[in-house]
């Protein structure tokens, strides 16, 4: 099926704080423990594992790109982190920037102006228009490569090593494919590390963007 338009570019913001938390992680912290799992393309296809909790962010915030009106609902809609990591990946101007830089003092006239400013924050009654609304969030790849690319910095080396297989991507690097015919093996290994694994088809599409029905 097909990746719905709206949804083709979200992950970018996914790679984005995913390499964030990666730079600030301690060399002797380790990933969530916690993994969800889906199958692409059958038994022909490939597995794509993610920490539970990223999971249902991506599944929140693709509901949220769908539901919302405006960006007051999509902020009430979506998790408060996320918002904010949106909201830092833009160049907003807040009010308080703009009354400085165009020394002008704050009343009336000023606010209104503020409203036709292109480049300020986005109001809670402003239209969210999910292809413009979020610009640096929409400049990324489809679902089936940041998550595999995730997995490159989180899943052990001892996996990666016997059951995975490097690919290049255009954009971002390397990305870990682990073949669909190998999902038993591939599972009881993870949990003989001690993670907890759950085949969740639904959460896993859903955080795509996809029919569960991959």
């Known amino acids: 099926m097909p990746v719905p338009e709206t949804f083709k570019k979200i992950f970018c913001w996914v790679g984005k704080r995913w390499k964030r938390s990666s730079e600030k992680m301690n060399i ?11 199958v692409y393309g059958g038994q022909e296809g490939f597995i794509v594992f993610i920490e539970k909790t990223e999971a249902e962010r991506l599944a929140n915030a ?6 919302a009106k405006t960006w007051g609902e999509f902020r009430d809609l979506v998790w408060a982190e996320t918002y904010e990591d949106i909201a830092g990946d833009e160049e907003w101007w807040s ?3 703009f009354l400085e830089f165009g020394e002008l003092e704050d009343g009336e006239e000023a606010r209104l102006e503020y409203e036709k400013f292109e480049e300020r924050v986005p109001l809670d009654k402003d239209p ?17 490569v940041w998550p595999k690319g995730m997995m490159v910095d ?4 001892s996996i990666q090593k016997k059951f995975g297989k490097l690919e290049s991507t255009f954009l971002d690097g390397s990305a870990l ?3 669909a015919n190998r999902e038993k093996e591939i599972v009881a290994a993870f949990r003989k590390l001690g993670y907890e694994v759950k085949k969740d088809q639904e959460l896993v599409a859903t955080a ?7």
């Open 28 to 38: 002797a912290e380790k990933p969530e423990k916690s993994i969800v799992y889906g």
């Open 62 to 67: 693709c509901d949220a790109i769908c539901r």
């Open 95 to 97: 009010y308080e920037d």
């Open 128 to 144: 969210f228009d999910s292809s413009k609304s979020v610009g640096g969030y929409w400049d990324g790849v489809y679902f089936q």
């Open 154 to 157: 989180w899943v052990p080396e």
């Open 177 to 179: 494919c682990l073949s």
């Open 208 to 214: 795509g963007g996809h029919s569960p029905d991959l």
